[in-house]
């Protein structure tokens, strides 16, 4: 039987303090009009950028919700992971995507790994094998640009062209998911830009959206952006709107933010945005690539 409104498990970890993870998760796709069903993997008092942060490893809670989620016989349209903190959990969530497979539910795995050319220390090494072995149960993956390279275990270049950019992501498309999105991709002709390139495997088609680079970095962008992906594909919107729609709520999301003398680690101001989700999107901003 179809869902009333469309329900996503969210398989992330929950900060009680930051804007990251669920609680940027849960705005996000609630404002866009579908239902998150959290499945939390682990509860800290703030995210892991704030020093002596307390950390509850949920993974023996996450059998259970799944044991109970059976007995109410949920269906969801799709299953959404982000952090990950053990090789246990990967487990669980294959086992909880085998279990609740269902026709045309959206597979959305964002591989958190790394950033600026290095494993997030809080992560063991063997997650990176890990994270290979579940993105082959993906329809779409996010990886940013250090991700990439830890995916395919090739050595970071921050200088890296658009071209090898290109080939990198239809080899790791090879490995098992359809779409493959990375952020952060550097702009060799300007400092003042990254981009957003996608690949769609059954396409064979190439989609780039561009945006302007502000001396920030905010916790939890990766986390509103794979959400603003994740809904906008299940409201039926092609890759390219998908990726316009995502590109431009983090940017607003980061000048609405940028201005203010305020700690970065706190993450965007989400609440002063989400409203920007039912805006028009800016139909010229993506581009086809050869």
Not at 63 to 70: L, N
Not at 265 to 289: C, F, T
Request: hydrophobic share 40%; with cysteine.
């Amino acid at each position: 039987m179809r869902n009333t409104i469309q329900r996503v498990a969210a398989v992330h970890d929950l900060s009680g303090f930051g804007r990251v993870s669920l609680t940027a998760v849960i705005p996000v796709l609630s404002n866009m009009g579908i239902q998150v069903c959290p499945l939390p993997t682990a509860v800290l008092s703030a995210h892991s950028q704030f020093k002596n942060y307390s950390f509850v490893d949920l993974t023996l809670n996450m059998q259970a919700m799944i044991k109970h989620w059976k007995e109410l016989n949920i269906s969801f349209d799709s299953i959404y992971s982000g952090y990950l903190g053990s090789p246990e959990q990967v487990d669980i969530l294959v086992s909880f995507i085998s279990d609740f497979k269902n026709e045309d539910q959206l597979i959305v795995v964002d591989p958190v790994l790394g950033d600026n050319g290095k494993r997030y220390s809080s992560l063991r090494p063997e997650m990176i094998p890990e994270m290979r072995r579940l993105i082959r149960h993906a329809d779409v993956i996010t990886p940013n640009i250090t991700e990439l390279f830890l995916l395919l275990d090739k050595p970071f270049d921050p200088e890296i062209s658009r071209e090898k950019v290109q080939e990198y992501l239809v080899e790791l498309a090879g490995k098992g998911p359809g779409i493959v999105i990375v952020t952060s991709v550097p702009e060799p002709s300007t400092s003042k830009s990254t981009s957003v390139i996608a690949f769609n495997k059954n396409e064979k088609r190439f989609w780039k959206v561009s945006c302007n680079y502000l001396p920030a970095n905010y916790p939890g962008t990766g986390d509103a952006f794979t959400s603003v992906i994740t809904g906008a594909l299940l409201q039926g919107d092609s890759l390219p709107i998908a990726l316009d729609r995502a590109v431009q709520f983090i940017s607003i999301g980061v000048r609405a933010t940028f201005g203010h003398a305020y700690d970065p680690k706190d993450g965007i101001l989400l609440e002063r945005v989400l409203h920007q989700l039912d805006a028009p999107v800016n139909m010229s901003s993506y581009e086809l690539l050869d």
